[in-house]
C-alpha cells in the first residue's frame, strides 16, 4: 500500500478496511483495491441505523419467485423473471427479502440501472463482476474463469471494463460476459437482480436476452425489477421466449395496509378518520403510506394529513417545509444522483463535513434519505425511493440547479470513485444540464457558449468510445446530444456530426448518415477545411456503394480514383488511406487482382510510416484475401 500511496495521503487495503469502525472515513481510490483516508469522524454516531420494518404481505409472490428459483436451480437451467410495477410498490423491497432468503445458499449479485449519465451502457455488468471478483484487473477476473477460452474473456471483461478505445466487436464482449456469469453458476447457483430495468439501455436489454437465449445449462437465475414503462419501448420483453416471464406486483391489499400503517404508526396516535383517509388515497402504494406518516410525524409539519391526491405532490410538500439546512443539502444531493457520497456533497456545498453529517442524519430520521447497505462506512448514502430524488431535484430553483450541475462536472472530472464508468458521459451529463439551466435563464449569457462547447466535447469522447466498442445505439445518442451543443463551434461541430455520421452507418440507417456527412461537408467547404471536404466526400462514396441500388463498383473505382489524386495533390497520403482501401477492395472484387495489390501495398507503407495500426490490419486482411482469390 505504501508504494501506491502519493505524498501526504494514507490508504488503506481491502482487509484492511473492513476493520475500519465506521468513524474513520475511506474513499475508494482507482489504485488497486485501495482506500484513501477522508477523514475520522465524531458525529457519525449521531446517525442512526435503523434497520428496515418488517415486510408486509407478498407471501403468496415470494412464494413465486422461490419457486421459479428453486426450478432454476434444480434443473440448471437460465431463467429470466421480471417484476413489474409502478413506483414504490415494492419492487426493490421483495427483491431484497427473495435475496435474503436465497443469500447462504447461492450466489448472489445485485446491480441497477442507472438513469441517467452515469457511465457506460455496460455498467451493471461491470459493476456485477466487481462485486464478484473485488476489482476488475486481470488477475481478479481470470480467478473465477476456467476453461480454454479464459483468458479471452478476461480480456474482454477487462477491456470493457476499461473503457478501452480499442475496437471491438460487441457480440464478442456479449459472449465474453456471458461466459463469465456461467464459469460462476457451475460452482453453485447464481442469481442476478437488476434494479431499475426501464431504465437499462437498449445494448443491456439485449444482452439480457442474449443470456436467456443462449446460456441454457447451468443454473442462472435473473431477477429483473421494473416499471411497467420498460413495455413502452420493449413491448416484447419477457414474451416468445421460454424461460424469461414477467409478474405483475400490485398494491398492498387492505388488511396489509392496515398492518403496515399500526407498524409505521408506532407511537404517533392516529385517529380512525385519519388511517381510512391515509389508506385510500396511498392505493396500497407502500411508499406512499410511508411518506404519509412520515409526514405527520414530522413535527414541523403537523398538519391534519389533508395530502394532495398523488405521491409526488406528497413529496413536493414535505420536501418543501423542510428546514433550510435540510433542503441545501438534499438539493445538492439530488443533482449528484440516486446514490452520492457525503464528500461529493462537502465539496458541492463548500460546507463543513460534521455539519453535513448531521443534517443527513435528521433527513435520514425524516426517511427520505439512508445510508447505502454496505457502504455506509464509507460515506455513501441514497435517497430512499428515486421518486423521492425526482422531488427534490425538481424543487431547486434554475439558478441553482446551473450552478449545482457545474460544480458536479467539475467534482466528477477529477473523482476516481467510479471505476468503469465513463467520466466523460458523467462530466459531459452534468455540463450540458448547467448550459441547458442557464441559457433559459439568459439566452445571451456569455458563458454559455464554451460550457456547450465543453459539454459537447466530453459527450463527442464518451460517444466514439461507445462506437468503438460496437454500442452504436449508446454512440448515436451521445453523439446527438454533442451535436446539439455544437451547433455553432467550427471545427467541434463537424467532427461530432461526422462521428454521428459514421455510428448512424454503423448502425444501418444509410439516410440518417448521408444527412450528417451532407451537412459536414457543407460546413468543411464553407471553411476552406481542403481535408475534410475530401474525407467527407469519401465517406458520402462508401455510403453510396451500401445504399445506392445503381451504383456500381466500377464507378465507384473511377470515383474514388479520382479522390485519391485529390487527396495527393492536397499533399496528404496520410489521409488517403481509408479511401485506398476502398478502392483496392473494389479493384479485388471486380477480378482486378494486381491493381488490387499495388494500392494495398502502397498502403501498408503508409500504415508503418504512420504507425497506424487498423489500417495495417486491414491492408493485411485484404492481401491475403487477393492473393487467395486473386
Ligand atoms: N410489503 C412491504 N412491507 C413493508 N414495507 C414495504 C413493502 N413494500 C415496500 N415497502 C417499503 O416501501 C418503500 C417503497 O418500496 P420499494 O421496494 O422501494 O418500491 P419500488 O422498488 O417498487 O419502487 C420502501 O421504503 C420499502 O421498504
Ligand atoms: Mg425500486
Not at 417484476?83 to 427479502?97: H, M, N, Q, V
Not at 394529513?305 to 433542503?327: C, F, K, S, W
Not at 431535484?393 to 450552478?403: E, K, N, P, T
Request: proline fraction near 4%.
Amino acid at each position: 500500500m505504501s508504494s501506491l500511496a502519493r505524498d501526504g495521503e494514507i490508504l488503506v487495503g481491502r482487509r484492511t478496511r473492513v476493520l475500519l469502525p465506521p468513524e474513520v472515513i475511506v474513499r475508494r481510490t482507482r489504485r488497486h483495491g485501495s482506500w484513501r483516508l477522508v477523514n475520522v469522524d465524531g458525529t457519525l454516531a449521531s446517525i442512526p441505523r435503523r434497520l428496515d420494518r418488517p415486510m408486509i404481505g407478498r407471501d403468496v409472490e415470494l412464494r413465486q419467485i422461490e419457486q421459479a428459483f428453486t426450478d432454476v436451480a434444480e434443473n440448471g437451467r437460465c431463467q429470466v423473471l421480471t417484476i413489474l410495477g409502478a413506483a414504490g410498490i415494492g419492487k426493490s423491497r421483495i427483491a431484497r427479502e427473495f435475496s435474503d432468503a436465497i443469500r447462504s445458499s447461492t450466489t448472489l449479485l445485485t446491480s441497477r440501472c442507472p438513469s441517467y449519465g452515469e457511465g457506460i451502457t455496460l455498467w451493471p455488468l461491470i459493476d456485477i463482476i466487481r462485486q464478484a471478483t473485488g476489482g476488475t484487473s486481470r488477475e481478479t477476473v481470470l480467478r473465477l474463469l476456467h476453461g480454454e477460452d479464459r483468458d479471452i474473456v478476461a480480456e474482454r471483461i477487462v477491456s470493457t471494463a476499461a473503457g478501452s478505445e480499442e475496437l471491438s466487436d460487441f457480440h464478442e464482449t456479449f459472449w465474453a460476459f456471458k461466459r463469465f456469469l456461467e464459469c460462476i453458476a457451475v460452482r453453485r447457483p447464481l442469481c442476478l437482480v437488476i434494479d431499475d430495468l426501464h431504465w437499462g439501455a437498449p445494448s443491456f436489454l439485449d444482452f439480457l436476452e442474449y443470456v436467456a437465449d443462449w446460456s441454457r445449462k447451468v443454473p442462472l437465475f435473473i431477477l429483473c425489477l421494473a416499471r411497467p414503462d420498460l413495455l413502452d419501448d420493449r413491448a416484447s420483453w419477457g414474451g416468445g421466449r421460454v424461460n424469461s416471464t414477467c409478474m405483475l406486483l400490485e398494491g398492498l391489499c387492505e388488511d396489509a395496509v392496515h398492518s403496515m400503517m399500526a407498524e409505521l404508526a408506532q407511537g404517533e396516535e392516529l385517529t380512525v378518520e385519519a388511517r381510512a383517509r391515509v389508506a385510500r388515497t396511498a392505493e396500497g402504494n407502500p411508499l406512499f403510506l410511508e411518506q404519509m406518516i412520515a409526514m405527520a410525524s414530522d413535527r414541523r409539519l403537523q398538519c391534519d394529513l389533508d395530502v394532495p391526491p398523488t405521491i409526488q405532490a406528497l413529496l413536493a410538500v414535505r420536501l418543501d417545509g423542510l428546514p433550510p439546512e435540510e433542503r441545501r443539502v438534499i438539493e445538492a444531493a439530488s443533482v449528484i444522483g440516486r446514490r452520492f457520497s457525503l464528500e461529493a456533497v462537502v465539496e458541492l456545498l463548500q460546507a463543513d463535513l460534521s455539519q453535513t453529517r448531521a443534517v443527513l442524519g435528521s433527513l435520514i430520521r425524516r426517511e427520505l434519505v439512508a445510508p447505502a447497505p454496505d457502504l455506509a462506512d464509507v460515506g455513501i448514502f441514497e435517497f430512499r425511493h428515486g421518486l423521492i430524488r425526482d422531488s427534490a431535484h425538481r424543487s431547486v430553483s434554475r439558478v441553482r440547479l446551473a450552478d449545482l450541475h457545474e460544480r458536479c462536472a467539475r467534482w466528477a472530472a477529477q473523482d476516481s470513485g467510479r471505476e468503469g464508468a465513463d467520466v466523460d458521459e458523467t462530466v459531459g451529463y452534468h455540463l450540458e444540464q448547467a448550459f441547458r439551466h442557464r441559457v433559459e435563464l439568459e439566452p445571451n449569457d456569455p458563458g454559455c457558449p464554451p460550457l456547450a462547447a465543453e459539454a459537447a466535447k466530453r459527450l463527442a469522447q464518451a460517444g466514439v468510445r461507445a462506437r468503438k466498442r460496437s454500442d452504436v445505439t449508446a454512440a448515436i445518442r451521445l453523439l446527438s446530444r454533442a451535436a446539439e451543443l455544437s451547433s455553432a463551434d467550427y471545427p467541434l461541430r463537424n467532427l461530432v456530426v461526422n462521428e454521428l455520421g459514421v455510428a448512424f452507418r454503423d448502425s444501418g440507417n444509410w439516410g440518417s448518415a448521408r444527412e450528417c456527412f451532407v451537412e459536414a461537408l457543407r460546413w468543411a467547404e464553407e471553411h476552406e477545411d481542403r481535408i475534410a471536404v475530401l474525407l467527407l466526400r469519401n465517406a458520402l462514396l462508401l455510403l453510396r456503394l451500401h445504399a445506392e441500388k445503381g451504383f456500381t463498383l466500377d464507378e465507384f473505382i473511377t470515383k474514388g480514383s479520382r479522390l485519391l489524386r485529390a487527396f495527393e495533390d492536397a499533399g496528404e497520403p496520410r489521409h488517403a488511406g481509408q479511401a485506398q482501401h476502398s478502392v483496392a477492395w473494389a479493384y479485388f472484387l471486380t477480378g482486378r487482382a494486381l491493381e488490387a495489390e499495388r494500392l494495398i501495398l502502397r498502403n501498408i507503407a503508409v500504415a508503418k510510416r504512420e504507425d497506424d495500426e487498423q489500417l495495417m490490419t486491414a491492408s493485411n486482411n485484404l492481401l491475403v484475401s487477393v492473393w487467395t482469390y486473386g
